[in-house]
């Protein structure tokens, strides 16, 4: 491999997926190597302080105790890391408006594959890293040394990440060679994310549903046998079913590195140059359109910002299946089903925290600006109001927000069989919640527009990149149960709970006019 | 010496490219001419692997495109019609980017590249992004850096879009001095004048096809008494849109 080449590639890749902090240090003077070792050690340390966080939250559990606890999360955050890895590997090789730029320069195939598998993996490690943390955990409480568990649980956990981005990478380059990619690039590549995207929710809501058994003294999940050798390394690492483990790792890892080596790293120029083919394709037809009047005709130009390739189920997977294996792994509650008319206040406060919990930097609303990269700069210079430009625009957003959050409540309702009383104050909930968040994230979209893009990744990466959208999820999913943990104890326990809901309605007022006037006066009065 | 041979691409149902067979000599500059859609782009295109043709062959001094791509991207570079690439980057670090592409040490390009960089006038702006670089700042970064390895063949389409005239003068004289090496240097222009200066030969393509390809000298003496624009533009399809012009502004505009 060409050590010079492959750094030089990944130089430019770190750049392209972490557009906004790359301009921070530039500004203060960083430039060339200087930068990317930045770049390099702000991404170590984010990873650090994940693995802090994520370590602080799971420690009370006993996984050595736990198979079924250990498999469950082993499960979720493979399913996560599977459908992030399918649509990493599709953006950043095939969906990005740079292949044009790297096509022409004698790159060597391997080093093309490896610097930008190793930005997948960049953008897949800040969801996954809760694996390492139960890999850890597990060995640590099954009685391995402290240095030697991690040690075994980063080798085992970069094994299983390998496995799966050389899986997804043989998915991808496997159906991107189909005459069917070829004739419709875009109708493929969403489909497959979307069967990745249902498989996922679907596995996690299955899961969910299993039956909880007693192991011992702990009450345990019923253990997922396909993720049970990897229990066995950490709890039993000398044993003879951990070697089996180990064995079944590697021949997966060489089987899949050797399919790509032979198959797919041979003839990569060959198919991405077919790709970019493709996506140049001049044969769409010369489509007829009859629309007048602004309104409706920045309204169709708005809806056609959403068929960009793989943004639209980007987007869905992000707002859906993130905060869903969040929401099941750090906060999931049983609800009884037949509450109480006082307790709607809770699920209207319900409805807003899961409104801060789905809405995230790569939800649409907060990208709408940016779509129209240099659209907007243009649409500035014509004599119309980006006042009501901008509105029509946000408000486009928030009914797509609002309808994937009405959706996810309703089955979630079905599920946890709650009223249709309790249904209708979480949708009110998540209805205000989704305005007042929606605003907050389109304005933080025109302050980090970035009008030249080459792909979503870098939109969704903006400003504290993946790191921070974990961040965002993480905290929200903190702060939320805290507040409807705090207000159903109230409830639960206070006899007037009348009152109580009085002081959070107010307070939920208070709040919302604040809210609202800030964002008038911080943003909206500027386009007047 | 470039060999293209029944080179042909289909968009669909839309025929881009016909059959086009040509050779470029070393040592030429060799422009292609045609109006928007002619296929000029696509040609070239085709000839730095961006995009795959749907028939025909491309050899470089003997080696076949498809078959030892990598050793052919080595001995071309190219400078596309847009400069928006790599926008991220800081010039110098685009530049050190392509000489790692093409396997360069920093002792083998720093002379090379501080003349250029002095040549274009850029010493001021080489820690800056592309980014926040004019359209002609771009076009000079990028033209800079197709000229680092000093490549056998040197591929432009459309160079001169955007370049203030004294950075067009020079690019110009560089194309002829890399040509006079026995390089060659391939271009695409929408510029007649610029065609008549610099080519030793062209090729004309009209809806995909190759309607000719000779000199500029040869064409001028075929068509004895008229310029390069008449003749080009009853070659390449006239429309005589005078009436128009005079409705949209007036009888008595100039």
Same mark, same amino acid.
């Given at each position: 491999m060409n050590k010079r080449q492959l750094k030089a590639l990944l130089a430019v890749n770190l750049r392209l997926v972490n557009p906004q902090v790359t301009d921070r240090y530039r500004k203060k003077g960083k430039n060339g190597s200087d930068l990317t070792r930045k770049l390099q050690l702000q991404f170590f340390i984010n990873t650090l302080v994940f693995i802090f966080i994520y370590g602080a939250t799971m420690f009370s559990f006993d996984f050595s105790k736990l198979p079924g606890m250990f498999t469950f999360y082993v499960t979720l955050f493979v399913l996560l890391a599977l459908s992030q890895s399918i649509s990493g590997i599709y953006n950043i090789f095939f969906a990005g408006k740079d292949l044009d730029s790297y096509l022409p320069l004698p790159f060597r195939q391997k080093e093309i594959f490896f610097s930008k598998i190793l930005i997948v993996s960049s953008n897949v490690i800040p969801f996954t890293l809760p694996l390492l943390i139960v890999f850890f955990l597990t060995g640590w409480r099954s009685g391995i040394m402290i240095p030697l568990a991690l040690l075994l649980a980063i080798v085992v956990y970069v094994l299983v990440l390998a496995i799966i981005l050389f899986a997804c990478s043989l998915i991808v380059f496997g159906l991107t060679k189909t005459s069917l990619f070829r004739n419709h690039q875009s109708v493929v590549m969403n489909l497959l994310i979307a069967v990745t995207t249902v498989i996922a929710v679907g596995g996690i809501l299955m899961m969910n549903g299993n039956q909880y058994s007693e192991t011992g003294a702990s009450l345990d999940r019923t253990p997922i046998a396909i993720f049970m050798p990897l229990f066995q390394i950490f709890k039993d690492a000398f044993s003879l079913a951990s070697g089996g483990a180990w064995l079944g790792l590697l021949a997966l890892l060489l089987v899949f590195g050797g399919l790509l080596?032979?198959?797919?790293?041979p003839h990569l120029n060959e198919q991405l140059t077919l790709a970019n083919t493709a996506s140049v394709d001049g044969s769409k037809k010369h489509k007829r359109v009859q629309r007048s009047g602004l309104k409706q005709i920045l309204d169709s130009?708005?809806?056609q910002l959403l068929k960009e390739p793989n943004l639209l189920l980007q987007v869905l997977s992000n707002s859906i299946m993130?905060?869903?294996?969040?929401?099941f792994s750090f906060a999931f509650a049983k609800v009884p089903n037949n509450l109480p008319v006082k307790w709607l206040g809770v699920f209207f406060v319900a409805g807003i925290a899961f409104s801060g919990m789905t809405i995230n930097q790569s939800s649409l609303i907060g990208n709408l600006i940016s779509l129209d990269r240099m659209n907007f700069e243009f649409v500035k210079s014509l004599?119309?109001?980006?006042?009501?430009?901008?509105?029509?625009?946000?408000?486009?957003?928030? *009914?797509?927000? @609002? +309808? *994937?959050?009405? @959706? +996810?409540?309703?089955v979630a309702t079905i599920i946890l069989k709650l009223s249709l009383a309790m249904l209708v104050a979480l949708i009110c909930g998540s209805a205000w919640g989704t305005y007042l968040i929606s605003q907050h994230y389109f304005r933080r979209d025109y302050k980090l527009r970035l009008t030249n893009w080459t792909n979503v990744t870098q939109l969704f990466s903006r400003g504290g990149g993946n790191l921070g959208m974990v961040t965002t999820i993480f905290v929200s999913i903190i702060v939320g149960v805290t507040v409807i943990l705090g207000y159903s104890a109230a409830i639960a326990l206070l006899p007037q709970a009348w009152m109580i809901n009085t002081i959070v309605a107010i307070i939920i007022i208070i709040l919302s006019v604040l809210i609202l006037k800030f964002y008038q006066q911080k943003f909206w009065k500027q386009f007047d | 010496?470039?060999?293209?041979?029944?080179?042909?691409?289909?968009?669909?149902?839309?025929?881009?490219?016909?059959?086009?067979?040509?050779?470029?000599?070393?040592?030429?500059?060799?422009?292609?001419?045609?109006?928007?859609?002619a296929g000029k782009s696509t040609t070239l295109k085709s000839l730095v692997s961006i995009i795959q043709p749907t028939d025909g062959s491309i050899t470089v001094d003997g080696l076949d495109l498809v078959e030892h791509r990598q050793e052919v991207k080595g001995k071309i570079a190219y400078v596309p019609d847009t400069p928006d690439i790599?926008?991220?980057?800081?010039?110098?670090e685009y530049w050190n980017l392509l000489a790692a592409a093409y396997n360069l040490s920093e002792d083998e390009v720093s002379d090379r590249r501080n003349k250029l960089v002095e040549l274009f006038n850029m010493g001021e702006h080489t820690d800056e992004t592309l980014a926040s670089f004019s359209h002609g700042m771009r076009q000079k970064t990028i033209i800079i850096g197709a000229l680092l390895s000093d490549p056998d063949v040197w591929i432009l389409d459309e160079p001169l879009q955007g370049l203030d005239p004294q950075a067009a003068y020079d690019l110009k004289?560089?194309?002829?001095?890399?040509?006079?090496?026995?390089?060659?240097?391939?271009?695409?222009?929408?510029?007649?004048?610029?065609?008549?200066?610099?080519?030793d030969e062209l090729a004309i393509l009209k809806k995909g096809k190759l309607i000719y390809n000779g000199s500029v000298n040869d064409l001028l003496a075929q068509n004895e008494n008229e310029s390069l624009e008449d003749i080009y533009l009853q070659m390449a399809g006239r429309q005589d849109g005078g009436?128009?012009?005079?409705?949209?502004?007036?009888?008595?505009?100039?």
């Open positions: 080596k032979y198959i797919v790293l130009y708005n809806f993130m905060p869903i294996i969040f929401i004599p119309i109001s980006l006042k009501k430009y901008l509105q029509r625009k946000f408000l486009l957003g928030y *009914i797509f927000q @609002l +309808i *994937i959050n009405t @959706l +996810i409540l309703i | 010496m470039i060999e293209i041979d029944e080179l042909s691409k289909n968009y669909g149902d839309k025929k881009a490219l016909q059959n086009l067979t040509l050779r470029i000599k070393s040592g030429e500059i060799f422009g292609f001419l045609g109006h928007n859609g790599f926008l991220q980057l800081s010039a110098m004289q560089l194309m002829k001095a890399h040509a006079a090496k026995g390089k060659t240097v391939i271009f695409s222009t929408h510029n007649l004048d610029t065609a008549q200066q610099l080519c009436h128009l012009v005079d409705d949209i502004e007036g009888d008595n505009h100039e």
